[in-house]
């Protein structure tokens, strides 16, 4: 089941990036294993997924003791600053820093940790009220704030679009993350290099790595749905 899911997210990651006159290097699988066992995504790492997505602090610091080492954990969900320190000597990068407050306090940990760690920032591109992220008009000032911040590098942004039925309707907000990516770079700012968009859902990565997604996350159409248990521990 995972194998021919893999299968299937490969190819159509394929025809997007010839459609999109990519190469298909340009474009990182993340896949996004959170709320799923560790033996499912020892299946996916012996497919040779080494790429996966967590949304939570405990999960990341469970699985990464039970899972390979060559593993690059991305952490993709909203972070809360204490406990930036329990994560920042295992993760790859951090895809949802949305405030100067985070990116201090990753700072800090990076640099007791000596690492320089690699972030994006998150946009709420459809200005979501449910959604995590800075504003469109306020990215280039939250770069700008932090590109003084030596022990982390930012390398581009992260989206979240809006759940849609037809990812046509997602195209435009993926082309507006591009061109505020492209409005950062020109920036010449410290510490920012713009070379990374994290765009792209099991419902639209398609049409996001048109758009240039360099990163697409894609939970569901790997691991197949998510079963969440009910209750208070689940918020
Ligand atoms: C859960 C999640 C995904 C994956 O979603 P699917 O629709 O299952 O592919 C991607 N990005 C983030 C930030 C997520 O929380």
Redesign the pocket.
């Given at each position: 089941m995972l194998k021919k899911n893999l299968a299937n997210v490969e190819a159509a990651i394929e025809a997007s990036c010839k459609k999109g006159g990519r190469t298909r290097e340009s474009v990182t699988l993340?896949a996004?294993s959170?709320t799923k066992p560790a033996e499912l995504i020892q299946e996916a790492y012996d497919a040779g997924v080494r790429d996966f997505?967590e949304?939570k602090v405990q999960e990341i610091c469970d699985k990464y003791s039970k899972l390979p080492g060559d593993i690059r954990w991305h952490m993709?969900?909203h972070l809360q600053r204490n406990k930036v320190k329990h994560i920042i000597d295992k993760v790859c990068m951090i895809?949802?820093v949305d405030t100067y407050r985070l990116a201090e306090e990753i700072n800090i940990q990076a640099k007791k940790h000596n690492v320089v760690m690699p972030i994006l920032i998150e946009v709420n591109i459809a200005d979501e009220q449910t959604k995590f992220g800075v504003q469109k008009e306020d990215a280039i000032q939250l770069a700008e704030e932090i590109s003084h911040l030596d022990s982390l590098r930012t390398e581009g942004l992260?989206v979240?679009a809006p759940y849609v039925e037809n990812p046509e309707d997602n195209r435009k907000y993926f082309q507006e993350i591009r061109q505020l990516a492209v409005d950062i770079e020109n920036k010449n700012l410290d510490n920012v290099v713009m070379r990374r968009l994290s765009m792209g859902?099991?419902?639209d990565?398609t049409v996001a790595i048109e758009e240039g997604a360099t990163m697409v996350?894609?939970?569901?159409?790997?691991?197949g749905?998510?079963s969440y248990k009910q209750g208070p521990n689940n918020l």
């Amino acid at each position: 089941m995972l194998k021919k899911n893999l299968a299937n997210v490969e190819a159509a990651i394929e025809a997007s990036c010839k459609k999109g006159g990519r190469t298909r290097e340009s474009v990182t699988l993340i896949a996004v294993s959170k709320t799923k066992p560790a033996e499912l995504i020892q299946e996916a790492y012996d497919a040779g997924v080494r790429d996966f997505g967590e949304n939570k602090v405990q999960e990341i610091c469970d699985k990464y003791s039970k899972l390979p080492g060559d593993i690059r954990w991305h952490m993709i969900g909203h972070l809360q600053r204490n406990k930036v320190k329990h994560i920042i000597d295992k993760v790859c990068m951090i895809h949802s820093v949305d405030t100067y407050r985070l990116a201090e306090e990753i700072n800090i940990q990076a640099k007791k940790h000596n690492v320089v760690m690699p972030i994006l920032i998150e946009v709420n591109i459809a200005d979501e009220q449910t959604k995590f992220g800075v504003q469109k008009e306020d990215a280039i000032q939250l770069a700008e704030e932090i590109s003084h911040l030596d022990s982390l590098r930012t390398e581009g942004l992260m989206v979240v679009a809006p759940y849609v039925e037809n990812p046509e309707d997602n195209r435009k907000y993926f082309q507006e993350i591009r061109q505020l990516a492209v409005d950062i770079e020109n920036k010449n700012l410290d510490n920012v290099v713009m070379r990374r968009l994290s765009m792209g859902m099991t419902g639209d990565y398609t049409v996001a790595i048109e758009e240039g997604a360099t990163m697409v996350r894609v939970g569901t159409g790997i691991f197949g749905a998510r079963s969440y248990k009910q209750g208070p521990n689940n918020l």
